[in-house]
């Protein structure tokens, strides 16, 4: 197993910026696929934001495109999640999850294998 630890979470208002982080221990997730997801309380998990295994291509839900950005850095063994304009509605538990997957799977939970234990993010009003 290899443990995922997000970081950066908290308690913004609307329209400021949260960037987190997901940092593997353990071993490298190099040539892995990496995603954010996130829930809110009541509501099921949702696809944010993932990059493929290269770095080079990024994919975004289309409530997050232009707001959020999603980076990593192999050297560092972590991934970004750059949250901008942040809205009320972004309120949730946000997970990094890393996996070996086809690109047309990058927006399914259920094809990652590996998840971090998740951090809150709340906007307010």
């Known amino acids: 197993q290899v443990p995922l630890v997000e970081s950066g979470g908290g308690l913004v208002q609307t329209g400021g910026s949260l960037r987190l982080s997901c940092s593997a221990s353990?071993?490298?997730?190099?040539?892995?696929?990496m995603g954010w997801f996130r829930q809110a309380p009541g509501k099921e998990r949702e696809f944010v934001a993932a990059?493929?295994?290269?770095?080079?291509?990024?994919y975004y839900a289309d409530s997050v495109k232009g707001r959020f950005a999603i980076s990593r850095d192999d050297a560092k063994n972590t991934v970004y999640l750059q949250m901008n304009s942040l809205k009320p509605e972004d309120t949730a538990v946000y997970y990094c999850?890393?996996?070996?997957?086809?690109?047309?799977?990058?927006?399914?939970?259920?094809?990652?294998?590996?998840w971090g234990q998740g951090t809150q993010v709340t906007v307010s009003s």
């Open positions: 999850a890393a996996g070996v997957l086809y690109t047309r799977d990058l927006n399914e939970g259920s094809k990652y294998t590996y």
């Open positions: 353990g071993r490298t997730f190099r040539g892995w696929a």
């Open positions: 990059v493929d295994w290269s770095g080079i291509n990024m």
